[in-house]
């Protein structure tokens, strides 16, 4: 058993500002060691991510008390039974969504979610269905089988991608989940070709992974369309070629082929479909409140031949598509340091919460 200090989501629903109500407490928890398939991880770096702050607000219902926390990487210090392909020292990313590798949704090669990996992080164990957390003898949930707001970890072989030690904590962590899911939306769906325009609606970490992506094509221009003038100002320094509010992208006529909302509400995916082509792609990777309708005419994308396609982790598979983006990032052509708003404290992270709400953060890392 070993003793570790980690941000745990003690109520859901509290009322901000969070810095004031203090939903997450830091405290000492006991971590069980790694069972056969799983293995300990020290963190090293993890991302402040709008799916932590839905747990907080109430969007996603999980079970409390949970340590939060699923953006983030770390060096192996212990390997349980059964893994053998990792070693004691390397540097890994965790990956929230782990994949079994054998159901129905593995099958689909990142176009589904592994089923045991879903039913595993709703309920708040690991893959294989146990709980390592616990404070004063009672368990503590895991969010998303990384738990990744804490100095030590043990997740599921499955959630682990190792990297080379070339690659920098803070670059690794985001590789995890804002670079899988907005950038493998890119790469993984709306595969641009050269010439034709990528349009992404909302810049938070995933939107701007997503610019960031798309940047990386050759011969791609990039429209960044968000309701925040610093998020445009953002956009513009990561290379972005057009910046629009969504009134304002509608004004000028804005039509792209791939457009890609990253920003899990309702007018901004209207807005994507609107800003969508004939013929095109809208590629929605944002997560609404679960009772978030929107309204749109099924004629258009009947007679313009339009699609709309979900996209849950950028329909990615961590195994195959991390080590992609770290190629991409030794080559200069994707450089995700760019993304990180402010480096944090644990003890800040209500605060944290607050300033993701606010939408005044990109990328807001906690390091240890």
């Avoid at 009772?291 to 950028?314: C, K, M, N, T």
């Avoid at 605060?351 to 606010?358: E, K, T, V």
């Amino acid at each position: 058993m070993l003793r570790i200090r980690g941000a745990v989501l003690e109520r859901i629903g509290s009322p901000r500002p969070y810095a004031q109500s203090r939903p997450i407490s830091v405290d000492e928890l006991d971590l069980a060691e790694p069972e056969a398939g799983e293995l300990q991880v020290r963190i090293e770096a993890a991302g402040v991510c709008h799916s932590d702050l839905s747990v907080v607000d109430g969007n996603r219902i999980r079970p409390v008390p949970m340590l939060l926390g699923h953006e983030a990487a770390g060096i192996v210090e212990r390997i349980g039974a059964d893994v053998s392909d990792l070693s004691i020292g390397q540097r890994v990313v965790m990956a929230f969504l782990p994949r079994c590798g054998h159901c129905a949704g593995c099958a689909t090669e990142g176009l589904t979610p592994c089923e045991p990996g879903s039913s595993a992080n709703t309920a708040g164990t690991l893959l294989g269905g146990g709980m390592r957390l616990s404070r004063s003898g009672r368990p503590v949930y895991h969010h998303l089988g990384v738990s990744g707001f804490a100095t030590h970890a043990v997740v599921h072989r499955a959630s682990a991608v190792p990297v080379s030690p070339g690659v920098p904590p803070a670059v690794a962590a985001l590789l995890g989940c804002a670079v899988l899911t907005g950038g493998g939306a890119v790469l993984n769906v709306g595969k641009p070709l050269p010439g034709q325009t990528v349009v992404v609606v909302g810049l938070g970490g995933v939107g701007m992974a997503a610019v960031l992506t798309a940047l990386a094509y050759d011969d791609v221009r990039v429209v960044a369309v968000d309701q925040l003038p610093e998020k445009l100002t953002a956009a513009s320094g990561l290379g972005a070629h057009e910046l629009y509010t969504p009134g304002a992208a509608a004004d000028a006529g804005i039509k792209a082929p791939i457009v890609i909302e990253a920003a899990g509400h309702p007018a901004a995916l209207q807005t994507a479909i609107e800003l969508t082509s004939p013929g095109g792609r809208t590629i929605t990777v944002g997560l609404p409140p679960p009772d978030a309708r929107i309204s749109v005419s099924p004629l258009g994308f009947v007679a313009e031949g339009r699609s709309l396609i979900g996209s849950y982790l950028g329909s990615a598979v961590p195994a195959r598509d991390i080590p992609r983006f770290v190629e991409m990032w030794r080559a200069g052509r994707l450089p995700v340091e760019s993304l990180v708003s402010s480096t944090i404290a644990l003890d800040d992270i209500n605060a944290a919460m607050d300033r993701l709400a606010d939408g005044t953060a990109v990328r807001q890392l906690i390091a240890f």
